[in-house]
């Protein structure tokens, strides 16, 4: 990863220069992991109305016109900072659609967003598979038959994480940038959280 952490860095200082195509490039490297993102967050009910893709042209638009700012500030590496402009827009269209007959909107809402069906079976299987045989086939097909439960159950920091790792697939320090905690906090609550799941799936 880190060439590519390099070159992201190199368009930065170009696009600082005025570099219209440098920042063309900046954007549309990250596009596929923002798409990735987005799929993965989307409300079922918000997917019905949308395409995944459409949600990222609005960010990266938004990025185009908030990059100055950024690069004068930096308040994040750039891809979180981008993944940040993709989970608002997301939250916004969430409050748009599906909770716009509501009276009153907590703060806290837009995370109970739904998880989309195929989102869960991935999650279910890419924890699974991190585990060592011969009791991976087993933690599967109990992940498959109580991994709603289950994740419910979890506190949201914890499947907040687990969502961020295996389904955005980030890495350690991405992830502790996103949730404004250090790499090795991060690391600490991926472990914890996947200790907490096994236990609440073997009760």
């Known amino acids: 990863m880190a060439a590519p952490e390099a070159d992201t860095e190199e368009l930065l ?4 220069r005025g570099e219209e195509p440098a920042v063309g490039l900046l954007l549309e490297r990250h596009r596929k992991r923002l798409c990735q993102m987005v799929a993965v967050r989307m409300d079922p009910r918000l997917a019905v109305r949308m395409d995944p ?32 402009l993709a989970w608002q827009r997301l939250v916004d269209l969430y409050r748009h659609h599906i909770q716009a007959q509501k009276r009153s909107l907590r703060r806290e809402e837009p995370m ?6 195929q989102s869960v079976i991935a999650l279910v299987d890419r924890i699974a598979s991190s585990q060592t045989s011969p009791s991976r086939a087993t933690m599967r097909r109990e992940l498959r038959q109580r991994v709603r439960s289950a994740l419910d159950r979890l506190g949201p920091d914890d499947r907040e994480l687990l969502v961020l790792v295996y389904l955005e697939q980030l890495s350690a320090a991405e992830a502790g940038d996103v ?8 690391t600490m609550r ?8 096994r236990r609440l799936l073997n009760h």
Request: aromatic fraction near 6%; avoid cysteine.
């Open 13 to 16: 200082r170009r696009a600082g």
């Open 53 to 84: 893709s459409d949600v990222v042209q609005d960010t990266l638009g938004q990025a185009a016109q908030k990059l100055p700012e950024y690069l004068r500030q930096r308040p994040l590496p750039f891809y979180p900072w981008l993944r940040k």
């Open 112 to 117: 109970r967003m739904a998880m989309p069906d």
């Open 179 to 186: 949730l404004g905690i250090s790499e090795k906090a991060a």
């Open 190 to 197: 991926h472990l914890r959280a996947l200790d907490r799941l």
